[in-house]
């Protein structure tokens, strides 16, 4: 399963369920029903646990962080993740990183989301992609 966001609406503790994972392993089943499946739960706004929480459960081999909304063109990455921890605080956002790593280190790969519903972002070229 992908799981992301620290939102679900599939009624179990998991960042933005996304993908069931198949009982034979990752994968299996066809491009439209993983397609379907990818898109099902997109935008929910129910606090399901954290991302330490989530990986802890055993049932997701990816989770998906959303969304770094500001980015290119010279500007200042910046991360909002909906109240889950302020990134401009004193102790910032160090308990996704403590998360990730366990994630990580149990063999659950973490990706982040790019862009979003809204923000400012654009890539003024591919190096500007890179840095």
């Known amino acids: ?7 679900t609406d599939d009624g179990e503790n ?6 069931r994972r198949q009982s ?9 029903q993983k397609e379907r499946q990818i898109q099902r739960s997109k935008h929910r706004r129910t606090y399901k646990g954290t991302l330490f929480q989530t990986c802890a459960t ?4 990816y989770v998906n962080i959303a969304f770094l909304n500001k980015f290119g063109n010279g ?5 909002n993740l909906a ?3 302020n990134p401009q605080s004193i ?3 160090s308990i996704l990183s403590d998360g990730i790593s366990y994630c990580q280190s149990h063999g659950i790969k973490v990706m982040l989301s790019i862009g979003g519903g809204i923000g400012s972002y654009s890539l003024a070229s ?3 992609a890179k840095t």
């Open 83 to 85: 109240g889950h921890c």
């Open 58 to 61: 055993g049932k997701y081999s």
């Open 14 to 19: 998991s960042w933005h369920a996304a993908r």
């Open 126 to 128: 591919a190096a500007d």
């Open 91 to 93: 102790n910032g956002c």
């Open 75 to 79: 500007r200042i990455p910046e991360i």
């Open 1 to 7: 399963m992908i799981a992301g966001n620290l939102f």
């Open 24 to 32: 034979h392993g990752v994968g299996g089943g066809s491009a439209v």
